[in-house]
């Protein structure tokens, strides 16, 4: 073969253009225009992770960038690219709590009142249950016996309060996080910040000093935000909550998508889906149910039927678990409990 198919098959590998290719003269000085960068060998073995890839996959087909700018730039990008996912690995180690994220596309499906029942009787191995709301419905702590007037995350941003000094105790020996009766310009700016920084949570959760026997349950409001990514970036399990109805079913493909890329990272996110509200003297619930539970790809962690002393006691400030524990909505979620206790345990001896 000769050695100009060798330049162009060469070139054409990389996606750049023949025409970049210059012979070099060993009597002309050349001075490359790039950016100068520490230089780090990169290991023969090592695998091009996707992103850099991407990156080269990019180039134009006429590119006239010299080779030793690509393959610095890759090199760089590479870097980059460790950097933030070890930066990401090390905020997540550093919290060693268990946590739940309750998600939706939807709004009204229960995840509130779930979030409350579930940091009221949710108990793991001794430990402390911690509920925090990231939705700036600010209603969490309604369903945990407290009110606006206590304080939340939205006011720790930006002066950085000493998260403990947030902390209230909710029913059932609980701690609640609450997000806080926040001003619209408060709420931009936090947003802002949690856009900018997708560990912020985990550090705020982390300074508490949670230890592995203890639970964080999440809040979120409904679709995709800040504060889904928030959650999403630190939590073990992730527990759609949904109706049995026909919007369910429009968003499931949504809820896929909002997943997915929590999903496919090393430490990924266990992902389930718990049917609220089901109505069984309706035969369109039921089958309903049974078209999501087909449909879906992810595995039914729970139902829980229509029970309207769960609404009923958030009217009357009680604690539905304390209150009326034997009422089928109480009886599914303590199941739903279990199911999520086992998951958590599953999880923890995998890792
Ligand atoms: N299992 C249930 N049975 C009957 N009503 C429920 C049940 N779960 C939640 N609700 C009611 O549904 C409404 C919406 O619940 P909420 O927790 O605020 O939803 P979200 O937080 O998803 O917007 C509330 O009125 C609540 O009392
Ligand atoms: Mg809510």
Redesign the pocket.
Known sequence: MHRSDDIANLFNRLGASVGAYQEIEPQYDYNEDVAVVAHRPVSASANVPAPAAEALATTEPNDSRPLSRLLRELEQQREREAQDSHTLDAGRAALKAKVIA?V?T???????????ALGSALKRMGGTTLAVDL?P?N?LCL?LGGGEQWPGLAQAYPHDRDPRQLLREGYGGSQCLAFGAASEPQRLAFEQQLAEDPLWLGRQLAALDLSEHDTVII?T??GASVYLAQALEIADVAVV?THADAAAYAALDQMDRLLAPYRQRPDAVQCGVVV???DTSRQFSLDMFAVLKTRTSLPLLGV?????????S?AYDRNPLAHTPSTR?CQ?TLDLIESLCHLLTLGTQES
């Open positions: 309750l939706s939807q709004g009204g499906v229960g995840k509130s009142t779930l979030a409350g939705s419905q209603a369903h809040d409001p409904p909550v609220n509200q089901l829980i039927h229509q029970d309207h002393f769960l609404g009923e958030l909505g599914d």
